[in-house]
């Protein structure tokens, strides 16, 4: 998942709640194993649809359209190389905090959420295709994205989408560890060189800052295809610094190396919602998965994904339909 546009002033009220996850590396996912998929489509699946449906109301199921009803998958297109989000376990299987909530969603809709791999700045272009019915990667929602906007340019490139928000993130800046150059916030960054993944709001953030940059100082920034990568790259030594949605860098600092390898330097900013994006027209679809997550929050599988994960000050009280700015 992204991440993944600058919205500063709006996102300022979120920040000190999403940063309440960091506390000196013990923020995250001390329960990091397999997930359980269970993703049956039965009539047994249907009956858990009770948290989102009272007497008389369609049922989210209900909202489906057709085509995926008879069909009884749901295919995702992901990033799975953004830790703790999605990312592949030893044994090749799809975990993390977005798997675990679309097994959720996939019950109260009886059907079967297939998550299939892709770099992150190809996900929209997979949903206006067809290719995925769904974007779930960490995905930052912003009106650029939802109005089909070139965040660089601000000239319209694509139809935009709709999203579904469901989680709240900030966006961090790391380095070596014990090596932080005098880093602390985004514009001691001039001069110096950050790894990040292409497209990100980390990405637009590196780009908006070296436009500030005086003297001629601006910032060298890599992007590359995922933020693996990225990582890569800085534990070389080959950048000054990355920069990755909070929950992604804390894991990191938490796992790369035991712990060794990098820290979190200043405060996190740009705190905003990761929504499930669909492509413009799919109004029924929208409407269904958001009834879903509404549903998994109401009956508490949403809060059971999200403390798994260690990432609770991210959660949200109920699913918004395009409220990123």
């Known amino acids: 998942m992204t991440a993944r546009s600058t919205r500063r002033t709006a996102a300022k009220s979120r920040i000190a709640a999403v940063g309440a996850i960091a506390v000196a590396g ?16 039965s009539g047994s699946a249907k009956t858990e649809t009770s948290a989102g449906a009272s007497a008389g109301t369609s049922s989210p199921a209900d909202l ?10 749901i295919k995702v297109g992901s990033d799975i190389a953004y830790p703790p989000v999605e990312f592949k376990d030893k044994s090749g299987k799809t975990v993390g905090i977005d798997p675990d909530l679309a097994d959720a969603l996939g019950k109260e809709l009886g059907v079967e959420f ?5 770099t992150f700045d190809t996900l929209i272009t997979g949903l206006r295709s067809k290719r995925y019915d769904l974007a779930m990667s960490a995905m930052t929602d912003t009106k650029d994205r ?34 932080d150059q005098g880093i602390k916030t985004w514009s001691d960054l001039c001069g110096k060189k950050i790894a990040v993944q292409r497209n990100t709001v980390s990405h637009d953030l590196a780009k908006a800052e ?13 992007p590359y295809d995922n933020d693996l ?25 938490k796992t790369s190396g035991g712990g060794k390898d990098f820290q979190i330097v200043g405060d996190q900013v740009e705190a905003a919602p990761y929504g499930i994006a669909v492509a413009k027209g799919n109004d029924q679809l929208t409407k269904a998965v958001k009834a879903a997550m509404d549903a998994i929050i109401k009956s508490g599988e949403y809060e059971k994904v999200i403390a798994k994960w260690g990432v609770e000050a991210g959660a949200v009280t109920e699913a918004k339909v395009n409220g990123g700015s």
């Open 210 to 222: 070296s436009k500030k940059c005086s003297g001629g100082k601006k910032i060298a920034i890599e």
């Open 26 to 41: 013990t923020m995250l996912l001390t329960a990091c194993g397999d997930q359980t998929k269970n993703n049956d489509s």
């Open 114 to 118: 297939q998550f299939e791999n892709g």
């Open 146 to 179: 939802q109005e089909g906007i070139d965040p660089e340019t601000k000239k319209k490139v694509g139809e935009g989408v709709d999203f579904i928000d469901y989680f709240t993130a900030g966006v961090s800046i790391y380095t070596k560890k014990g090596d």
């Open 64 to 73: 489906l359209p057709a085509e995926i009803k008879s069909k009884g998958v």
């Open 229 to 253: 990568e990225a990582q890569t790259r800085l534990r070389s030594g080959g950048a000054d610094a990355g920069s990755s949605d909070f929950p992604v860098a804390a894991y990191a600092v």
